[in-house]
């Protein structure tokens, strides 16, 4: 079946230091990766929504320039938070999808994100 | 645009007992519905989805969820719930035309197994 992996699964950064989260597809091309984020005891908020080989699309009200996403391949994208602080602190999710399978996502095992 | 609510942030039962998670949604078009399961610190597993086949939907774990588009919900039971069963379950909806097909997640049920 498909998977994804994800890495880092917990990292733990300074203030003021930058993270990047990987989320590669193991078996399948994710033409579209989407990137959430979860705060305890919550729902999954879609950050953004990124493309192979295309500027990621943000969902109103996340930093574009704070949460920078590539998808420079079929198989890996990453979300880099920079510049992070104490409140960037939450769980952050990748999904993949392949575009030739309709309603199939595939879920990254998650990073848990403490900013110190 | 399309949403999903789903009644009850906390359902508790016995085990052995009948499992039922409510989920009502919202689409302005013909919708993709989805149940998934997420355990502590873990990302989401895929329990079942609705892709306008069948309209009752069997998954993994004995789960299983029917499609009422008169009612628009997708409830989720099982008929006898496992101690395994304890954990976060999301309801979520995507849209059925190609290129809009980002999912909305309700707000999370969890549910807890009293021995």
């Known amino acids: 079946g498909a998977v994804v992996s994800q890495h880092p699964s917990r990292v733990i950064c300074k203030s003021g230091t930058s993270v990047k989260i990987e989320c590669r597809s193991l078996?399948?091309?994710?033409?579209?990766m989407f990137w959430y984020r979860q705060f305890p005891k919550q729902s999954l908020m879609l950050m953004a929504t990124s493309n192979e080989g295309s500027k990621a699309t943000y969902e109103q009200g996340v930093e574009k320039d704070k949460f920078l996403i590539n998808h420079a391949s079929l198989t890996l994208s990453t979300l880099t938070v920079t510049s992070a602080h104490p409140e960037d602190s939450s769980f952050y999710i990748c999904?993949?999808?392949?575009?030739?399978?309709?309603?199939?996502?595939?879920f990254g095992s998650g990073t848990r994100l403490t900013v110190v | 645009a399309q949403s999903v609510t789903q009644l009850g942030s906390h359902v508790s039962v016995s085990e052995g007992a009948l499992v039922l998670l409510r989920c009502n949604y919202s689409s302005s078009v013909p919708p993709y519905l989805f149940w998934y399961v997420q355990y502590p610190n873990q990302g989401l597993q895929l329990l079942l989805k609705?892709?306008?086949?069948?309209?009752l939907v069997k998954g993994i774990n004995g789960f299983e969820a029917e499609f009422k588009k008169s009612e628009t919900s997708f409830h989720l039971t099982k008929p006898s719930a496992h101690m395994s069963d304890a954990a976060e379950y999301f309801c979520a909806v995507s849209p059925t035309n190609f290129g809009n097909e980002k999912l909305t997640f309700g707000t999370g049920t969890r549910l807890t197994i009293i021995p």
């Open positions: 999904s993949a999808q392949n575009s030739r399978q309709v309603a199939r996502y595939t």
């Open positions: 609705y892709t306008s086949a069948a309209t």
């Open positions: 078996d399948f091309q994710a033409t579209t």
